[in-house]
């Protein structure tokens, strides 16, 4: 019987049993192939148009960029979508955890219909998004609330377009989360509130990060909700707004330079929501 020498796991160096296991085994003919073709559609959808409007941006060197997004419109502008889209994202990170804890735990009359409205701003054009909440919240508001051409107005056409992201996010998770340590954490005298800060929370954490990425991202672009129930006012002029209004007038430099400002904060807060999603499942 041949005796075969192995080295121990341990004296393999833990930088390259790390890479090892990143890496996994090389990819086949078939998987590179597949690799490539998502790279090329990719950098043709996105990572070509994202880096032409940044390279625009800077057509005029920095000086011109950080003239065009310092002016005080677009300062405004900026300001304004920012600060609504972070308000956003923190409602339905609430509002989008509790309604889909609502519609996975409980039994009530009416839940398919709540599943299907939670659904439409995902089917409905943003145009018409806007035209409704124009309707029920505008200046013949048959509720008796006008909002039209205040911030808001934003916030809350924002809310309506971003609704379904955290619920459709969370909800899966919900399903598949084992109840039985909820109910093992009950028998050992914890209460409900006690019960989900510490036995559920941490296990929703990934998603409702997700959620709230999707969410701030889709906020951060809006377009068609905010455009009819902003009031045509500059100081409710989102920056997708601000955008148009440059290329409108041929001022593509500026275009770009604002575009690439919401790219960069989009990015970063992704990024941010990412680590924390990560960290949370690591924790998990």
Not at 120 to 144: E, K, M, N, Q, R
Not at 245 to 255: G, H, L, M, T
Not at 260 to 268: E, G, I, K, Q, R
């Amino acid at each position: 019987m041949t005796a075969v020498d192995v080295a121990p796991a341990a004296e393999i160096p833990r930088g390259r049993r790390r890479r090892a296991e990143r890496t996994g085994q090389p990819l086949g003919l078939a998987s590179g192939i597949g690799l490539g073709t998502a790279v090329l559609w990719l950098s043709l959808l996105v990572l070509i148009p994202l880096g032409a409007t940044a390279s625009q941006a800077f057509d005029n060197g920095w000086d011109g960029f950080w003239h065009a997004v310092t002016q005080p419109a677009a300062l405004q502008s900026l300001r304004l979508t920012v600060l609504s889209s972070l308000i956003v994202t923190a409602i339905n990170a609430v509002m989008g955890t509790l309604i889909a804890w609502v519609l996975v735990r409980d039994q009530f009359p009416g839940k398919r219909v709540i599943e299907f409205v939670i659904d439409i701003p995902f089917a409905l054009p943003t145009i018409v998004a806007g035209l409704v909440l124009l309707g029920v919240y505008g200046a013949d508001s048959p509720v008796g609330i006008n909002l039209l051409g205040t911030q808001k107005a934003i916030v809350l056409a924002l809310l309506f377009v971003t609704l379904p992201f955290v619920v459709r996010s969370v909800q899966p998770v919900l399903l598949a989360l084992d109840v039985e340590a909820e109910q093992a954490a009950s028998c050992l005298g914890a209460g409900p509130w006690t019960t989900f800060r510490r036995v559920v929370l941490p296990l929703l954490l990934p998603a409702i990060a997700s959620g709230a990425a999707l969410s701030f991202a889709r906020a951060m672009g809006e377009y068609g909700s905010v455009l009819l129930i902003s009031g045509g006012r500059a100081s409710t002029t989102v920056a997708s707004m601000l955008t148009y209004q440059k290329i409108e007038n041929y001022d593509y430099v500026s275009a770009a330079a604002i575009a690439t400002v919401l790219l960069a904060v989009s990015l970063f807060v992704i990024v941010a929501l990412d680590l924390l999603q990560r960290r949370a499942a690591r924790r998990g």
